[in-house]
């Protein structure tokens, strides 16, 4: 494919667009990043994991009522708590209102020189083997003037949605159903209602007719994000009509005047959609978030391919790159269609009380009894977290620690956390107190032995690291783990890794045990020439690397971290490097050459 210098043309400013946005940018890549919208949009969809951990905000457990009364017959919670690990310190579902997330990564976006441009819709593109052409339309002023725009890019990633112009043109499909049956109203409102903001509010007269109140003071102390479903009531047309929708809203609650709807911020209509595209791109043009599991599944998506064609874009890997995105993220979305289907007909199909007009007369007993089970039907389980979404069978990951029987063995790409397994296309663990005893480029201070020299540890092992604070969207982690310095493989790989791969694209670090040294004790390297190490060198003090990453103290394993926090490879030396960075940079241009002349 031939070599672009033209901006990365970014469609759609949700939060996979400004994902993908983000990472070219944090990669040095121009980019441009246009929104058909004339502003952020008001009000909440969806929900967030890490690291905005910090600002979002946790489940709250549920009350459920009968229609018209204060006194829950009813509370549980929709998710159960799980106490964080060190490799997994982000267990917790936490939930963020878009806007706030948008708001937060744009100002990221911002900094590095990228801003949305807002009122900018893609009306029409074609590409060739040079580039992308796209024409824009713009608008401008209050008086709602549009100006077309030729826009020429190197790649375009599409995040325009599931109905967007992108998937159609490029004539991808769209195979599977739209549940007409599973109808739902939702949006944000400000109320005055005489409820507590600790819980999650759910008013039903039967079950599958009922409203949900979760209060968000994103929007205010008195924000409320609603949702209406019904079996037996037309709730459709109702976002076109506000009076309608908020008689419904009090309706539905049942509390007559205590209920107050100061203002609606914005509603929308949702069937669930069992449907996804044949490839996610074509060419120079892809398409993220174009089936799955809503915001989170979108977000993987557009992560994937913008690292990926950071490194196309900037010369550093073959074109054949960007054809993995599609290879790993499709099998991904199909299993999680499959698990999201199956939640959707225990949520909508309830414990097969037949929802007629009878059935709304019987007694107050009767009612209770169909919504006995709405805390079964709303519960989420772990794989709900995607924790255990993985890309083993992807073309590119190389693991030479997996047993051979294993091969043929099927773990889901959407599969659930193994205890104890850790393989090549998961997702890397976190290993907090890692104590740093050499940084790159930084001569140790050495104590003479002979014809040795050993490396002096920091009096009492005070400071640390973490390994998430090492990964970042810019380049692979290669951790080497070792016995010891002197180990022949560690300056084998070091050296290797030096010659092969330009150094802006690799950080290298070598994690020992704790068991290696005891504080304020020398640790032994392998030759004068080893003392310049140009690799950062920790000591896992807690053990918490060697137990996440399963690792012996006294074995050799190599893991290569992907960008997108992704374990790329675990293997034993040099040559298995080799093999995955010839999957990743190809053979030609000097960057993967001969890993064997290194050594």
């Given at each position: 494919?031939?070599?672009?210098?033209?901006?990365?043309?970014?469609?759609?400013?949700?939060?996979?667009?400004?994902?993908?946005?983000?990472?070219?940018?944090?990669?040095?890549?121009?980019?441009?990043?246009?929104?058909?919208?004339?502003?952020?949009?008001?009000?909440?969809?969806?929900?967030?994991?890490?690291?905005?951990?910090?600002?979002?905000?946790?489940?709250?457990?549920?009350?459920?009522?009968?229609?018209?009364?204060?006194?829950?017959?009813?509370?549980?919670?929709?998710?159960?708590?799980?106490?964080?690990?060190?490799?997994?310190?982000?267990?917790?579902?936490?939930?963020?209102?878009?806007?706030?997330?948008?708001?937060?990564?744009?100002?990221?976006?911002?900094?590095?020189?990228c801003t949305v441009e807002l009122g900018t819709r893609l009306v029409s593109f074609s590409q060739d083997e040079k580039c992308v052409r796209a024409k824009v339309v713009k608008r401008r002023g209050d008086d709602g003037e549009e100006v077309e725009e030729d826009i020429e890019a190197a790649y375009m990633i599409s995040a325009d949605g599931a109905k967007g112009m992108t998937r159609k043109q490029l004539g991808l499909t769209f195979l599977g159903t739209t549940r007409e049956d599973n109808f739902l109203v939702l949006g944000d409102v400000r109320l005055e209602v005489g409820l507590d903001r600790a819980h999650w509010h759910i008013?039903?007269?039967?079950?599958?007719?009922?409203?949900?109140?979760?209060?968000?003071?994103?929007?205010?102390?008195?924000?409320?994000?609603?949702?209406?479903?019904?079996?037996?009531?037309?709730?459709?047309?109702?976002?076109?009509?506000?009076?309608?929708?908020?008689?419904?809203?009090?309706?539905?609650?049942?509390?007559?005047?205590?209920?107050?709807?100061?203002?609606?911020?914005?509603?929308?209509?949702?069937?669930?959609?069992?449907?996804?595209?044949?490839?996610?791109?074509?060419g120079r043009i892809f398409v993220a978030g174009a089936g799955g599991q809503g915001l989170n599944s979108s977000v993987q998506d557009a992560f994937n391919i913008a690292w990926k064609t950071a490194l196309v874009y900037k010369g550093f890997s073959p074109a054949s790159l960007l054809d993995t995105y599609t290879a790993e993220r499709l099998p991904v979305i199909a299993e999680m269609l499959g698990f999201t289907t199956e939640m959707h007909k225990v949520m909508f199909g309830g414990s097969g009380v037949e929802h007629t007009p009878q059935s709304i007369a019987d007694d107050d007993d009767k009612s209770k009894g169909a919504k006995?089970?709405?805390?079964?039907?709303?519960?989420?389980?772990?794989?709900?977290?995607?924790?255990?979404?993985?890309?083993?069978?992807?073309?590119?990951?190389?693991?030479?620690?997996?047993?051979?029987?294993?091969?043929?063995?099927?773990?889901?790409?959407?599969?659930?956390?193994?205890?104890?397994?850790?393989?090549?296309?998961?997702?890397?663990?976190?290993?907090?107190?890692?104590?740093?005893?050499?940084?790159?480029?930084?001569?140790?201070?050495?104590?003479?032995?002979?014809?040795?020299?050993?490396?002096?540890?920091?009096?009492?092992?005070?400071?640390?690291?973490?390994?998430?604070?090492?990964?970042?969207?810019?380049?692979?982690?290669?951790?080497?783990?070792?016995?010891?310095?002197?180990?022949?493989?560690?300056?084998?790989?070091?050296?290797?890794?030096?010659?092969?791969?330009?150094?802006?694209?690799?950080?290298?670090?070598?994690?020992?045990?704790?068991?290696?040294?005891?504080?304020?004790?020398?640790?032994?390297?392998?030759?004068?020439?080893?003392?310049?190490?140009?690799?950062?060198?920790?000591?896992?003090?807690?053990?918490?690397?060697?137990?996440?990453?399963?690792?012996?103290?006294?074995?050799?394993?190599?893991?290569?971290?992907?960008?997108?926090?992704?374990?790329?490879?675990?293997?034993?030396?040099?040559?298995?490097?080799?093999?995955?960075?010839?999957?990743?940079?190809?053979?030609?241009?000097?960057?993967?050459?001969?890993?064997?002349?290194?050594?």
């Open positions: 494919m031939t070599t672009c210098t033209a901006p990365v043309l970014v469609v759609g400013a949700g939060p996979s667009g400004i994902t993908a946005a983000l990472t070219l940018a944090r990669n040095n890549v121009p980019v441009r990043i246009v929104e058909k919208e004339s502003q952020h949009r008001r009000g909440q969809r969806g929900a967030w994991h890490p690291k905005i951990h910090e600002r979002a905000t946790p489940v709250l457990p549920i009350k459920q009522y009968q229609r018209g009364s204060v006194e829950p017959f009813k509370m549980f919670s929709m998710v159960d708590y799980t106490e964080p690990t060190p490799a997994i310190p982000y267990f917790n579902t936490k939930l963020m209102g878009q806007p706030i997330l948008e708001a937060i990564v744009c100002e990221r976006l911002a900094e590095l020189g008013f039903s007269q039967t079950s599958h007719d009922l409203i949900t109140l979760r209060p968000t003071d994103e929007l205010g102390k008195d924000g409320w994000r609603f949702v209406m479903s019904s079996r037996t009531i037309d709730l459709e047309g109702l976002i076109r009509d506000e009076e309608a929708l908020v008689s419904r809203i009090k309706d539905f609650v049942g509390l007559g005047d205590d209920i107050k709807v100061k203002e609606v911020m914005w509603s929308s209509e949702f069937r669930p959609n069992v449907r996804m595209v044949n490839k996610l791109g074509v006995s089970d709405l805390d079964r039907r709303l519960r989420r389980t772990n794989n709900m977290y995607m924790l255990g979404v993985n890309y083993r069978s992807s073309p590119i990951v190389i693991d030479e620690f997996a047993p051979t029987s294993e091969a043929s063995a099927a773990h889901g790409a959407y599969g659930e956390i193994q205890e104890g397994v850790l393989r090549a296309g998961d997702r890397a663990p976190d290993a907090p107190e890692l104590v740093p005893v050499i940084t790159p480029n930084r001569a140790p201070h050495l104590i003479s032995s002979g014809s040795h020299s050993a490396v002096s540890l920091p009096s009492g092992m005070a400071g640390g690291t973490r390994m998430f604070d090492i990964f970042a969207s810019t380049h692979h982690t290669v951790i080497t783990f070792a016995p010891g310095l002197a180990v022949p493989a560690v300056r084998s790989i070091l050296v290797a890794l030096q010659q092969v791969v330009p150094k802006e694209l690799v950080t290298q670090v070598v994690v020992l045990p704790g068991s290696a040294s005891e504080p304020n004790s020398p640790l032994e390297t392998s030759s004068e020439e080893d003392q310049t190490i140009d690799a950062e060198v920790l000591i896992d003090h807690a053990g918490h690397a060697y137990r996440g990453y399963i690792v012996e103290s006294q074995e050799v394993k190599v893991v290569v971290v992907r960008p997108d926090g992704v374990i790329g490879a675990i293997v034993r030396g040099v040559k298995g490097l080799e093999r995955y960075f010839e999957g990743v940079f190809g053979k030609k241009g000097g960057v993967v050459a001969t890993v064997e002349d290194a050594v």
